[in-house]
């Protein structure tokens, strides 16, 4: 890995709570969100054309059930790095600097979709081949998580840490609306431009990274542990944070068993029969209403009874992935997910705040390491999870159990976590 080399002095991040109480007006935050931006746009845009390709392949010579295992092991093969490598990077990010860790995440990650075009441009590209690389992304995306995470209060201090984190999320759906459908349509007509395209946003979000002149070194840690203990000092406080490890857990269950990202190819495909373009509809349709809550809530966001609203919108959500399930429809399964997302950014918003404030810097890395371990992570073996419920129960199956599991889940976790349902100021 290269150092970024910079032209003028770093900026020290505003300490805490001094700052400007807009993070827009702060220059590097509007250049991180850019790059937030345009790196989500190649991910996602990555992401539909590599589950297309993939279950495109398979099924020529598998049924439904059977190629949907295939569309697990993408997941499997991002989630395994993610296990073995986001602990020890979040331990990383609380040693190195934090910017530098992003922006070079970013770039490998524009390797991968180098690796996808030159691939997809061979025509019949190996399966193998498509999920080596799948691993080498999920192995980038374990050092990028914890370190931005960490790296935003650094750029917009305390003060404007909350309406900072909803316009990242703003940032993110922006890529989750636009990437699915923009990939859906281009993989109709080429799956190597789309590859193309991925890779020009990645290339965007490095140069925006590079740019910044905030300091992403972190405050030193007042006391000199080995890497190995910091891992289990960042374990240890979120064991004993009883409010962070509830909303993290909530949501890694809530995602594995609730998750639609890897059903929307299969119902697209073979249950409502709406191609690529229907493909790329459903998966714009979950970030379109994520986008409108995040945007609501970086005017207006949620101070008081956080813990009331989280397990409301998750119990929303697991009823709109029930929905989702019998739904026979294009228009009701995209407006389940529209309101599914939106139900999510809520919680997704209160989680990320409830994390950030009650977190010293010099944990932070090792702490946001911890809960993309669990959210981040939720996601790829909630993909491996949904292929093999589908191979057993069916792609319909699999989404109504998911929604009943989320539900469940909702009830037993506010018996048992009663302090994040209390949990009232988010300021």
């Given amino acids: 890995m290269t150092e970024t080399i910079e032209t003028t002095e770093p900026v020290q991040p505003p300490s805490p709570p001094e700052g400007p109480s807009s993070p827009w007006a702060i220059r590097d935050f509007r250049l991180l969100w850019v790059g937030r931006v345009a790196a989500v746009l190649g991910i996602q845009i990555q992401s539909s054309a590599l589950l297309w390709q993939v279950y495109e392949i398979a099924r020529r010579d598998h049924p439904i059930e059977e190629a949907s295992l295939y569309l697990g092991l993408v997941g499997l093969c991002q989630f395994l790095p993610l296990l073995a490598l986001t602990l020890p990077a979040g331990a990383l990010a609380d040693r190195r600097d934090r910017k530098n860790t992003v922006t070079l995440s970013v770039m490998v990650e524009g390797g991968c979709a180098l690796a996808f075009l030159f691939m997809a441009l061979h025509g019949a590209p190996p399966l193998w081949g498509l999920l080596a690389v799948a691993a080498v992304f999920g192995a980038a995306r374990a050092f990028l998580s914890p ?118 190819p299969i119902f697209a495909a073979d249950i409502l029969k709406v191609g690529a373009v229907g493909f790329g509809l459903l998966r714009a349709s979950f970030g379109a209403g994520a986008l409108l809550v995040a945007l609501y809530l970086s005017r207006f966001p949620i101070v008081a009874h956080g813990g009331r609203w989280m397990f409301a919108s998750v119990a929303v959500f697991g009823i709109c992935t029930l929905t989702f399930g019998l739904s026979t429809s294009v228009w009701l399964s995209g407006a389940v997910l529209f309101l599914g997302g939106a139900a999510d950014m809520i919680s997704v918003n209160i989680r990320q705040t409830l994390i950030q404030l009650a977190t010293p810097d010099h944990m932070r890395g090792r702490v946001s390491s911890v809960s993309m371990l669990f959210i981040g992570a939720s996601n790829e073996l909630g993909e491996a999870y949904s292929g093999v419920a589908v191979r057993f129960l069916g792609p319909i199956g699999a989404a109504v159990y998911g929604g009943l599991g989320a539900l469940t889940a909702t009830g037993l976790w506010a018996r048992w976590f009663p302090d994040l349902r209390k949990a009232d100021r988010l300021e």
């Fill in 147 to 264: 370190a931005s995470q960490a790296f935003l209060p650094m750029v917009v201090g305390r003060r404007a840490l909350p309406p900072a984190i909803a316009a990242q999320s703003i940032a993110f759906q922006t890529g989750a609306i636009a990437g699915p459908a923009l990939g859906g349509v281009i993989v109709g007509f080429s799956v190597p431009g789309a590859y193309a395209v991925a890779l020009a946003m990645f290339a965007i979000g490095f140069a925006s990274l590079v740019l910044i002149r905030t300091s992403g070194k972190p405050a030193p840690s007042p006391t000199r542990v080995s890497p190995v203990e910091q891992v289990k000092e960042g374990l240890a406080y979120v064991w004993n944070t009883k409010i962070v490890l509830g909303a993290i857990s909530l949501d890694l269950i809530v995602v594995l068993l609730a998750g639609v990202a890897l059903l929307t």
